[in-house]
């Protein structure tokens, strides 16, 4: 695969002997390619990503993936508090829901496809740690949104795809399985603010036609889905 290198400053070592086994897409939810890798690249904003694909497909490399980029922020996902430290971080070029959020187009998800599945070639990446960065901080983002085609990721065998299951026999039981799966979630059984944004997130993935917050069958069966799947999988 071909590269367009603008080397970023944000970056700094991972902790030794830390593994790279996460990949977090994200979107720019910027104007323009060019706004965002300014801003990609500017020691002020002390935000960074390892790739950068732009709408016609080009690729930029930001980091080296031997490196720690700064694209997470503030995230959890299975456990791990430090997700930068673990994880490659994709940014595709989209106005987000901000300043016009629009679909992916066919070249920007070919190079997509092409380039995570590079990235698995390269690091242990299991396929329930290829997540958006709404499943790690679904209390702050958005990214990649609803119009993301992770069913599409998951044919080319890049992260999972649900297929309906028993729904949970109550609340509890669903955050239990959402936790499983790797969101940050309390068992409590109490309709929270965490557990709407949490929902809201996994819906924004796996349910993108309806985005309500809401523990309904649909969203309970694919929930058990995922879970089923991903314990399948160990």
């Known amino acids: 695969m071909l590269f367009r290198d603008c080397p970023s400053p944000n970056h700094n070592p991972r902790p030794p002997g830390t593994a790279v086994d996460m ?19 500017d020691p002020a904003a002390k935000v960074s990503a390892h790739y ?3 709408e016609d497909g080009t690729v930029w490399r930001l980091v080296a993936e031997s490196e720690r980029a700064w694209h997470a922020g503030v995230s959890f996902w299975q456990g791990t508090t430090d997700v930068n430290a673990h994880s490659i971080g994709i940014e595709l ?7 016009g959020y629009r679909g992916f187009p066919e070249p920007q998800m070919a190079a997509l496809e092409t380039l995570a599945r590079g990235i698995l070639d390269r690091h242990e990446i299991p396929a ?10 679904p209390e702050r983002k958005q990214d990649p949104g609803e119009l993301m085609d992770w069913r599409r990721l998951a044919r080319a065998g890049i992260g999972l795809w649900p297929g309906e299951g028993t729904p ?23 309709v929270d603010e965490q ?3 949490v929902l809201t997130a996994f819906q924004r993935r796996f349910r ?6 809401v523990l309904d069958a649909e969203t309970g069966g694919l929930i058990a889905g995922l879970a089923a799947l991903r314990a399948r999988r160990g």
């Open 208 to 213: 993108p036609r309806s985005i309500d917050g």
């Open 23 to 41: 990949l977090v897409l994200h979107y720019t939810g910027m104007r323009t390619a060019g706004e965002a890798i300014d801003r990609l690249c």
């Open 93 to 99: 070029v989209n106005p987000g829901h901000e300043w």
């Open 168 to 190: 949970p026999p109550d609340l509890a039981a669903a955050q239990a399985m959402l936790s499983a799966i790797g969101y940050r979630i309390s068992v409590s059984g109490a």
């Open 128 to 137: 329930d740690r290829v997540v958006g960065h709404s499943d790690v901080a």
């Open 195 to 197: 557990t709407r944004l």
């Open 52 to 54: 950068v694909i732009d």
